[in-house]
């Protein structure tokens, strides 16, 4: 289950994307969250994923 809070779950997932994931894409399929889902709710926070840092801005 990922962290409800939007600024707790950008931490985690720009956490877990450096540590253990090459990809958003692999993080999603991995913990089963759709990635429209997970990028909308951080878009809703102001954050941005930018795919070539492999990181949410």
Do not use: H
């Not at 450096?18 to 990809?23: C, G, L, Q, V």
């Not at 990635?35 to 949410?56: D, H, M, T």
Request: with cysteine; hydrophobic share 40%; aromatic share 14%.
């Amino acid at each position: 289950m990922l962290p409800q809070d939007p600024f707790i779950l950008f931490s985690y997932v720009n956490t877990q994307l450096r540590d253990n994931f090459s990809s958003l894409e692999a993080f999603c399929k991995e913990t089963g969250v759709p990635e429209a889902e997970l990028v909308s709710r951080l878009e809703k926070a102001g954050f941005q994923y930018i795919p070539e840092l492999r990181q949410f801005r």
